[in-house]
């Protein structure tokens, strides 16, 4: 399963601080509450780095607006942490944002070399071996789909 947006904690986190949707949209820098409420119910997700500015005004950390175990993250949950667009590590990477976009999905057809891996793990500010992991979570996830029979 790719990481998400974890609607529930979404509104309870600004629930919790009393915030409406409108107010929150002006804390995180986004037009209206009609925003807000997009993400709540799963029409749309922030980018990243509205993401990551939703968590400082939720006073919170990006990870616990996820769907995903803080443990074991996938490659697009790591990205998402660091606020970053794939098209902002791919081209910190000097890689195509179509390959940077295979290898967080999980559908790569050669995994990233070792210096691919170290730039990665330095533009998301993890270990090598966490941005491993999460490249083998995405590509698990992607061979579990493709092995359930269809309905």
């Given amino acids: 399963m790719a ?15 009393g ?17 807000i409420s997009r993400w709540e119910l799963g029409l749309d997700e922030p980018r990243p780095d509205s993401l990551a500015r939703l968590a400082r005004a939720l006073n919170t950390h990006v990870v616990e607006l996820l769907d995903v175990d803080a443990e074991r993250r996938d490659l697009r949950a790591l990205r998402y942490c660091a606020g970053l667009s794939a098209g902002e590590v791919a081209a910190a990477v000097h890689i195509s944002a179509r390959s940077y976009a295979r290898w967080e999905s999980g559908s790569w057809v050669r995994p ?38 269809e309905a």
Avoid: C, F, M, Y
Wanted: aromatic share 0%.
């Fill in 3 to 17: 990481s998400g947006i974890d609607l529930s904690a979404l509104r309870t986190a600004r629930e919790r601080l």
């Fill in 112 to 149: 990233p070399s070792a210096e691919n891996l170290r730039a990665i793990a330095r533009k998301l500010d993890v270990p090598v071996g966490t941005v491993r992991d999460a490249l083998e979570l995405a590509r698990a996830a992607e061979q579990h789909r493709h092995s359930r029979p």
């Fill in 19 to 35: 915030l409406t949707q409108h107010q929150l949209a002006r804390l995180v820098g986004v037009a209206g509450g009609e925003r």
